[in-house]
């Protein structure tokens, strides 16, 4: 597609944007499409360096800081694959509910930059936080397309009247439990990271609060597990990101991807080289 397209790339905590779609939106970036991160939630909850420092003195941090902490984080990760456009809206994570201003919220930034693709979480998904910003997107969505309390949203950038083409959700499990077996997702979209997969491991090395670092092996760890797992595999390409589409797409004739068909004419020599970080 040639036409500049205008992404909203939502996480339920900080580093969540980054994690389960770092690679995508890089390459989006690259190409030269409008990228937008949005956070709900401080995700002080996930704050694992200032909970341990609590756990060994017993003397309680200052929030106000450990929350500048984790904003600053995504803010640097997030500049690392070029995008500059961040919105971290600050509501407690501790006790995760629908809440109507945050709904509000999230319909404000859908209304000014009038996404054409939103990513986001799978609305089932067992840790609270990644759910709930999906029920509110979705609920956010619809609200955006109209008109609420005397405001109608018209989109300051373009040709969408206010509604989204498309909302992809993550394809990765939030926790391993039985629940998460009751809703299972296999990807119908899967997006080739490998000539970004490094940048995306810088990125994600900026959350320290959760001891990730350029000396350690944490990002390495969850890129093998999470980038390089299964769906990779099968597509014949060294690390990748899947997603489910929301909508059912329309098309003129049966899609098969022009990426698709040059994959299965390669041969596995150059796959196979590049399977380790």
Not at 11 to 17: A, E, I, L, M, V
Request: aromatic residues 6%; negative net charge; charged residues 20%.
């Amino acid at each position: 597609m040639a036409e500049q397209l205008r992404i909203l790339n939502i996480g339920g905590h900080p580093k969540d944007c980054i994690l389960y779609a770092g690679g995508t939106i890089a390459k989006h970036v690259q190409r030269g499409d409008h990228v937008t991160i949005l956070n709900p939630y401080t995700g002080m909850s996930h704050h694992l360096t200032g909970i341990n420092e609590y756990r060994e003195t017993g003397k309680m941090p200052d929030i106000d800081a450990l929350v500048e902490d984790r904003k600053q984080e995504l803010i640097n990760a997030s500049a690392v694959l070029g995008v500059t456009d961040v919105r971290f809206l600050g509501y407690d994570d501790t006790i995760t509910t629908i809440k109507p201003e945050i709904v509000s919220d999230i319909a404000d930034v859908i209304g000014e930059i009038a996404p054409h693709v939103v990513i986001t979480h799978w609305p089932h998904d067992t840790v609270g936080a990644h759910a709930l910003s999906t029920q509110m997107l979705l609920i956010a969505t619809d609200t955006a397309a109209g008109i609420r309390a005397g405001k109608s949203y018209s989109p300051t950038g373009g040709d969408t009247g206010g509604w989204t083409a498309q909302i992809f959700y993550h394809d990765q499990r939030g926790r391993t439990n039985v629940l998460e077996s009751l809703n299972p997702r296999m990807p119908d979209t899967i997006i080739d990271i490998t000539d970004v997969v490094k940048l995306k491991a810088e990125a994600m090395n900026k959350f320290t609060s959760q001891h990730y670092s350029d000396d350690g092996s944490l990002q390495r760890k969850l890129g093998e597990a999470l980038d390089g797992g299964i769906a990779a595999l099968h597509m014949r390409v060294p690390y990748a990101e899947g997603f489910l589409r929301h909508n059912p797409e329309l098309h003129e004739y049966l899609p098969v991807s022009e990426y698709g068909m040059k994959i299965t004419r390669e041969t596995t020599k150059e796959f196979v080289s590049q399977m380790l970080l």
